[in-house]
């Protein structure tokens, strides 16, 4: 029978909109840092910052039978870390609301909630340019010599382990080159527990018993020729305090006809022990 409407013929017709009703969720960044700082809340604290503080490194010493002691002072530093707010905020109309594809304002909550996300995790990113102890050469490609060097200057400064290695993918993929070539035994043994997370996003592997993440947000040096990755104390290096988590509070504009939807957070971000840390500087 001629002109018949078979599933073939109908597909542009009756499909077609089913499958563009999905909308591809932006370009972003995997956020890595915050699941390998320090996390300390505010939330119902009379302060906007909170102080971390810090043993001083004592030393024993041999002592001869008969002699009194001497006694050791003891005098702790702290770190403070000063919360700030952020926001985000984007205004669907009643007409956008009423005739897109999307299940009401929900979406938009969680592209807001993205957006936040990311600029803590850039913020968190930034720190790792200020170490004092950097590896690595300004507009030369990342090598296994920079990592093992990292490795060696916390064991050396005697940073509690485990260590986190944070790169840009530019840094990643010399360091894949730079492995591909490499004559000597590569140590892996990569599991969840041992990296004391349950969220694996952004992880690249583990190598020499160090996780290494791999993280877009990772800044450029002042020369803008290099990135500034690093490699610290997972826990021990940097802080994240928040007086309060992301969150998203819808406010009606009547007059506009729009639903202007807020997302704010109030957090900081900080180094709290140098030496637990290390700037992997490497071309970009």
């Known amino acids: 029978m001629a002109n018949e409407t078979t599933y073939t013929t109908a597909d542009d017709t009756r499909y077609a909109a089913v499958i563009n009703e999905a909308v591809i969720q932006e370009l972003r960044a995997a956020v890595v840092m915050s699941k390998l700082c ?12 909170i102080d971390f503080a810090k043993w001083p490194t004592i030393a024993a010493a041999a002592i001869a039978e008969g ?69 690595g050469t300004d507009g030369s490609d990342m090598t296994e010599t920079n990592f093992l060097d990292a490795i060696y200057s916390l064991s050396a400064a005697k940073a509690p382990k485990p260590y986190s290695c944070v790169l840009h993918p530019v840094q990643i993929n010399d360091f894949r080159k730079a492995l591909s070539t490499a004559t000597g035994v590569i140590h892996t043994g990569l599991t969840t527990e041992s990296l004391g997370v349950s969220n694996l996003n952004g992880l690249w592997g583990e190598l020499y018993n160090v996780a290494i993440w791999e993280s877009a947000n990772v800044p450029l040096n002042a020369s803008s020729a290099s990135r500034t990755g690093g490699m610290f104390s997972q826990g021990y290096a940097l802080a994240l305090a928040t007086k309060w988590a992301t ?6 504009d009547a007059s506009l006809r729009a639903t202007e939807l807020v997302c704010t957070a109030m957090y900081g971000v900080g180094e709290l022990v140098d030496a637990a840390g290390v700037t992997i500087l490497t071309d970009a």
């Open 67 to 135: 002699t009194d002691g001497a006694n050791t002072a003891v005098s702790t530093s702290k770190a403070t870390v000063t919360t700030g707010e952020a926001l985000v905020m984007v205004t669907p109309t009643d007409v956008l609301e009423s005739s897109d594809i999307l299940d009401g304002l929900g979406e938009y909550s969680a592209l807001l909630g993205r957006a936040m996300a990311d600029k803590m995790d850039s913020d968190m990113c930034a720190l790792l340019a200020g170490f004092t102890t950097v590896v």
């Open 247 to 252: 969150r998203v509070e819808p406010q009606r």
């Open 38 to 49: 320090v996390q300390k809340s505010l939330a119902g604290k009379p302060s906007k910052a």
